[in-house]
C-alpha cells in the first residue's frame, strides 16, 4: 500500500518560532509537493521538487523553504511562524512516469498547524 | 496561473437523489483531468480520471467538453457516505515532465437521510 507520511498532525507554535513540517514517502517517487488548505480557498501549492537537492517555488513560497536532501524526503520548513500560516499543510508525492500524473499523487494525512 | 473554478455549494440532497457537479477550467492546454474527494479533516484522494469519450464507475459518471472547457460529476442514487467534499483538479501539462495540477477550491456535498 502506498504512503505518504507527515509525522507531526497536530503543532501549535507561538510567533516567531522555527518550525519544521516533515514528509516521507515510500513508493520512490521523484516528485513531492507541500499544499497548504484554507476554508474558501482550496489548495496552494508552496514548493515542489523534483529530484533530490532540486526545489521549485509554487503560487505561495514566501515565508517557507524547503529541503530535499534525500529521495524520500521532503521538509517544509517556516523560518519565523507567522499567525497567519496557521493552516493544514499537506505533503504529496508523484511519479512523472505516467502521462497522466493527476492519477498517480498521493497526499498525506495533513498536518494542521496553529499558530499563537 | 489559470483557475479552475468550481461551484462551492453545499449541496444539501437526500439519499437517492442525483446530484452534479460542474467545473469550468480556463486553460486551454489543459492535457488530463480528475475528480477527487475529500472528507472532511482527510487528504484529497483520486475519485476518478475524466475522459473526452465520459465514463462511468458504478453510480459516478464524469464527463469533458473540451471545446466548453467543462468537466461534470453526476452521482446517481446518492449515498449518506458520499458526503464529501469533491475536487475538480486539471492538469496544465508544463513545470517539468511530471505535470502541473491545478485544484479547484472543491464543492461541499452533504447527503441527508
Known amino acids: 500500500d502506498v504512503k505518504v507520511t507527515q509525522s507531526s498532525r497536530y503543532l501549535v507554535k507561538r510567533t516567531g518560532e522555527k518550525v519544521f513540517l516533515e514528509c516521507v514517502q515510500d513508493m520512490d517517487h521523484e516528485n513531492m509537493f507541500w499544499y497548504r488548505q484554507d476554508p474558501g480557498l482550496g489548495l496552494r501549492l508552496i514548493y515542489f521538487?523534483?529530484?533530490?537537492?532540486?526545489?521549485e517555488k509554487g503560487d505561495i513560497p514566501e515565508g517557507y523553504s524547503v529541503s530535499r536532501e534525500k529521495k524520500e524526503r521532503f521538509s517544509l520548513i517556516l523560518e519565523s511562524a507567522s499567525t497567519n500560516q496557521t493552516s493544514m499543510y499537506l505533503c504529496a508525492s508523484s511519479s512523472p512516469s505516467s502521462p497522466n500524473s493527476g492519477n498517480t499523487i498521493y497526499f498525506g494525512e495533513g498536518s494542521w498547524l496553529t499558530v499563537v | 496561473r489559470k483557475e479552475v473554478e468550481q461551484d462551492p455549494g453545499p449541496f444539501n440532497v437526500p439519499e437517492g437523489a442525483t446530484v452534479a457537479f460542474n467545473c469550468t477550467y480556463s486553460?486551454?492546454?489543459?492535457?488530463?483531468f480528475f475528480w477527487y474527494r475529500q472528507d472532511c479533516r482527510k487528504e484529497p484522494k483520486l475519485l476518478m480520471s475524466v475522459y473526452s469519450s465520459g465514463n462511468e464507475d458504478g453510480r459516478f459518471t464524469a464527463q469533458l467538453n473540451r471545446a466548453s472547457q467543462y468537466i461534470s460529476l453526476l452521482i446517481r442514487d446518492s449515498k449518506l457516505s458520499d458526503s464529501a467534499t469533491y475536487l475538480c483538479v486539471v492538469n496544465i501539462g508544463y513545470g517539468g515532465s511530471q505535470g502541473n495540477l491545478i485544484f479547484g477550491k472543491g464543492t461541499k456535498l452533504s447527503v441527508k437521510p
Open positions: 521538487s523534483y529530484d533530490v537537492k532540486m526545489k
Open positions: 486553460n486551454s492546454a489543459s492535457q488530463s
